[in-house]
Every structure is written in structure tokens, then in C-alpha cells.
């Protein structure tokens, strides 16, 4: 096993990516705690997993909430001794274009997209300058070729970018490392857990993006193949092991050939 009592955090764990990660990830070992604003699912899993004779903690988690970063942390630390590793996989799928999107909107995205991945590096760093470790951050293909009219999702995304390779050269001489993954398309829920959570935070819900089915995608930009949540999170599991003690600041685009599509139709 290649994790073996390695503690794990996973900020959006519950679904999706996450969870796909998270359920590799004790496979191999870890130990695991799970941190979503959908605690019901998280205990889930972690019962899951605890059932399977593994370790496992769900916990309640607004991820844009610095308070709730700050004791997911505390409880990881008294209940397992330490971290060795991040995985920052919380998003929100949030619409518009520059001109359409309002302030209180574009501030959601940044909070959840990419100030909750500052707040779980800020309280976990002295952490795994204990033991070194390594951080993992969910990004988007989006970050590096962006949809048109997702505006406020592509510049979280990308910023998601700039702070992993920051924490790269920041604190690669106490053992971290820090890299970052861009999916394509993958198979989740992530629109429609973007409204149902969303609903009554701000007037985010009207601009939330609605599951859309394959069908829907314009033609040039159909990925040659939709994503499972497995495909990343297999990459999760190599970033997270020392497998891949050799890479630090990069970014891997998970994409099944989207860019390459998108390039190629855009050329014709
Ligand atoms: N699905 C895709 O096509 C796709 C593509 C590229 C990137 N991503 C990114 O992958 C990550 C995982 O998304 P997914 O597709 O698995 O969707 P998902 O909805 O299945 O998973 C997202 C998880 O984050 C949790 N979450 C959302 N806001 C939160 C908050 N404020 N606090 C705590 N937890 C919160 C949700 O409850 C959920 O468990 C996201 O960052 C998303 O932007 C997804």
C-alpha cells in the first residue's frame, strides 16, 4: 500500500472527484478525512469506509468559511496526530460573462473556487512542515482554455494555477509539494449540487450552471470522451504518493483530447 497511515484531507469529498479520490485513496492506505458542506454524504462514505476496516472521519465543512477550514484542521490534527496531504477539490459551477456577472456573484466564486483552497494551505501548512506532504488542487481545463461565459469559474480556476506553483517554490525545502489538476469534462453532479447548496447564499442560484447532458455541448467542444470521476482521481492518488516525488508546481490536464478538439475545430 502505497499510503500507508498517511493522513489525507479531501475539501469537497462527499461527490464527485472527491469522493472517487477518496475512496482510492484508502484503498492504498490513508487515512482519510473528508470535509463537505454535505456532512450526510460525507458520514456516509466515511461509514463506508470504517465498515471496510479502514480510517475515516466526515466532517461539516463550508470550505468559504475560514472558521470551518480552521477546525477541520484542529480536528484532523487531535484525532489522527498530523497531515501529510491536501486534496482541494471543492468548486461551484457559476455562469456569466464579464458584463453579466454582479459583484456578489464573481465574490461567490472567488470564496468558494479559490479563497478556500488559500485558507485550507494557510491552516494546514505548519502542519506539513512537520512531516512534509503533499497538496493537491482540483483546477479546470477551464483555467487554461475557458468556455465562453464562465468568466468568474475560469478566473478562480486559473488562480488555482498561480497559488499551487506559489507553494511549489515556497516551501518545497520542508518536503511539499504542490501540484494541480485540470479536468476536462467528468461525469458528476457538479451543477446541480452547485444549486442545491448554493440556494439562499446570494441570487447564485439563478446563475448556477443546470446539469447539462452530453447532447447540449456545442460540437466543437465535445471532448472525445467524457471523464469518470476514477480517471482523476487515480492522478490523485499518484500526485498524493511519493510515485511522484519528482514532479512539484505542475499542472496535469486530464482531458481525454478536449483542448486538441478544440484547437483542431477551431483551425478548420
Ligand atoms: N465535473 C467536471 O466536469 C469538472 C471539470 C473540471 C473541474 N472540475 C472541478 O472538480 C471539482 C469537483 O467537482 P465535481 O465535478 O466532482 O462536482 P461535485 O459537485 O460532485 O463535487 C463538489 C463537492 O464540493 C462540495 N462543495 C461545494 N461547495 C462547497 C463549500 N462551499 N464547502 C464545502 N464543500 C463544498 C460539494 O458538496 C461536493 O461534494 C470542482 O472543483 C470542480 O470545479 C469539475
Aim: hydrophobic letters at 40%.
Amino acid at each position: 500500500m502505497k499510503l500507508k497511515d498517511r493522513v489525507i484531507i479531501v475539501f469537497g469529498g462527499a461527490n464527485g472527484i472527491g469522493q472517487a479520490s477518496v475512496l482510492l485513496l484508502a484503498e492504498e492506505g490513508a487515512k482519510i478525512v473528508i470535509a463537505d458542506r454535505d456532512v450526510e454524504m460525507a458520514e456516509k462514505i466515511a461509514g463506508i469506509l470504517k465498515d471496510q476496516g479502514k480510517s475515516a472521519i466526515g466532517l461539516a465543512c463550508d470550505a468559504s468559511v475560514e472558521d470551518d477550514i480552521k477546525a477541520v484542521i484542529a480536528t484532523t490534527v487531535d484525532s489522527y496526530g498530523g497531515i501529510h496531504g491536501l486534496v482541494n477539490c471543492v468548486g461551484v459551477d457559476i455562469v456569466g460573462t464579464v458584463e453579466d456577472t454582479e459583484s456578489d456573484l464573481w465574490d461567490r466564486s472567488m470564496e468558494v473556487n479559490l479563497k478556500s483552497v488559500y485558507y485550507s494551505c494557510h491552516y494546514a501548512m505548519p502542519h506539513l512542515k512537520k512531516n512534509g506532504g503533499s497538496i493537491v488542487n482540483i483546477s479546470s481545463v477551464q483555467a487554461l482554455v475557458p468556455v465562453k461565459g464562465y468568466a468568474a469559474y475560469a478566473t478562480a480556476k486559473g488562480g488555482m494555477i498561480s497559488l499551487t506553483r506559489s507553494m511549489a517554490n515556497d516551501f518545497y525545502e520542508f518536503g511539499i509539494r504542490a501540484n494541480v489538476i485540470c479536468p476536462g469534462e467528468v461525469e458528476t453532479n457538479l451543477g446541480a449540487n452547485s444549486k442545491r447548496f448554493e440556494e439562499g447564499i446570494s441570487d447564485a442560484e439563478k446563475r448556477i450552471d443546470p446539469y447539462r447532458p452530453l447532447e447540449s455541448f456545442d460540437t466543437e467542444l465535445r471532448p472525445s470522451r467524457i471523464l469518470m470521476p476514477e480517471d482523476i482521481g487515480r492522478v490523485v492518488v499518484f500526485l498524493i504518493s511519493d510515485d511522484s516525488n519528482a514532479m512539484n508546481g505542475h499542472e496535469l490536464v486530464l482531458d481525454a483530447g478536449y483542448i486538441l478538439n478544440t484547437y483542431n475545430n477551431n483551425k478548420e
